[in-house]
């Protein structure tokens, strides 16, 4: 296993890597993160409307972790796990403009692929799954994250990327697929059965309700591109920088400021 000091020092390679990748490259990869979270947020909600109540949340939950998974083995760029790009940033080894560059990139890129997931998911016809029970779930979601306030929206971002970070970071630890998992796992569940927001999981669960509205005649007014963007991504986004960055901060401090360099 990697000690925390030893993640610190490789996240700095990582982070490099992650800076220096071509742009097309990036959006790519983001976009493929972007389905990856979303996948979760299909196991989500299909967990919640087959078995229904507090039980069906906390399976969901349990199966929500296999997005980050996807994420993290399979091979893509998740922007709320890149706000770590701030520990290379902070060591000098990148540039701002670098790392703004990556954000925009993969933040565009989870967009995309969030949206191309949800497009094929509605218009599958899956929400008319379980007599229509998907679909009341799906809707539901999608209500509730567009009626949060800006500042529940924003604190709940804090808290989420705060949990999404140590996740990534405590994979890090791990030298092999099953040790990788294992140590992104709870964070995950955690955050997901407390409420937290997380941009891109939002970005599918949001954009699958918008296209179900329009499908399937719901009526939801509230439901729409406009509210999406600005009543919850945005401020979701927001926090899951700073709730990202300051993770990355303070273990900067604590294993890299001030540390001897190769």
Known sequence: MNS????AKNYVEIGKGKVNTPALKLFILG???GIFIGIGGVAYEMATATI?????KLVGACMFPAGLG????????????????????????????GVLRNWVCVYLGNFVGSTILAFLVAFGHSPSLLDGGLLDV???????KVALSFGDAFLRGIVCNMMVCLAVWMSFAGKTVASKIAGLYFPIMIFVMAGFEHSIANMYYLMVGIFSNSIYWVGD???NLGAALTKNLLPVTLG???GGMAIGIVYWYLYLKGAKKD
């Open 52 to 56: 229904g109540g507090a039980l069906g």
């Open 240 to 242: 899951n920088l700073v």
């Open 221 to 223: 007014a509230a439901v």
């Open 138 to 144: 799906v809707m539901s979601v999608a209500s509730g």
């Open 31 to 33: 976009i493929m993160a």
């Open 4 to 7: 925390p000091a030893e993640i």
């Open 70 to 97: 996807l994420v993290l083995i399979a091979g893509s760029e998740l922007f709320t796990g890149n706000c770590l790009l701030v520990i290379p940033l902070l060591e000098g080894e990148v540039t701002f403009g």
